[in-house]
């Protein structure tokens, strides 16, 4: 099993805001950890230091040698793929060949005033802006409408250091996009929050098949699993020290899902509208779930039995979200536990890359 470091929230303070990452990234990088991710959030507290993977990539490929860095994800519906391509290319440069991308169809109305008329085919438009950056990023000349209604026929530049360029797809839970990144030969990217462990293995099962019927050995797919981490030496300190700031980050996310586009013929889900014991009861066990049954909690002997039985279902990588809202000398001490759960857990090989 390999680890590497994910991160989504937003909670430092305006004077320190991306301290965490870069001081984790240099951990990560002398400490034999796989890759670190940074995702693309909009228009939100919860993730909104993150409006573009392709810059704070560009950061940790200067502060960095050897650790692979990703995005997790790039919203391909937002951008034109040229630009996706130009950008991870610079990055790809900058890094010496270590970058890597997953590509997230995107979900919230609201982030689609950067691209409104994709929001009806968003999936779609996905599959093919992946595509058309690979073909880009292979040196491809491609085709795309000029200012005048005639075609243009460009190639990449900078030219890229790593021939193919890796690519996962994020999935939330439904069977068609593990389908689709099956379908694609690509990685998938994928988290629990509210997908069961029975869910879990299905989309996994299904992911392989997709492989094998394209003609990919299922065996090379690869499946990265977001976790909310945090280890130390006692399980019970460590349940007090993320209760508040992980039951935060739930409240934040609950009011990010509900101010989503709601179902079609369903009325609109808000927060707002459930009574506060109700939404404190349901906080309540959204966190214990959390702590309990889907997050990378408590000793190193705890996180083994997570990998291992992760490691049964088909997962290849945990992605450790560690910037949820602890304070973050607490975070870069809880590090080193998560480095001993790295070695103990590393597979032939795992020492660094991408």
Known sequence: MDLSLFFFADTATDGDRYQLLLESARFADTHGFRAVWTPERHFHRLGGQFPNPSLTSAALAAVTERVGIRAGSVVAPLHHPIRIAEEWSAVDNLSGGRVGVSFASGWHVRDFVLQPENFQDRKNIMVETARTVQRLWRGEEVEFDGAEGERRAVRLFPRPVQPELPIWITAAGSP????????????????????EHDALERNIATYREALAEEGHDPASGHVVLMLHTMLGEDRERIRELVREPLTDFLRSSMDLQSSGPAA???????????????????????????????GLFGTVDDGAEVVRRLSAMGVDEIACLIDFGVDQQEVLKSLHHLDALRARVAGPGGAAGH
């Open 176 to 195: 068609q996009t593990f389908r689709i990144a099956g379908r694609l030969g690509a990685g998938v990217l994928t988290h629990q929050l509210g997908q």
């Open 264 to 294: 079609p013929g369903a009325d609109g889900f808000s927060v707002d509208r459930i009574p506060t014991r109700d939404r404190d009861f349901l906080l309540t066990r959204s966190f214990d779930r959390l702590f309990s049954d889907v």
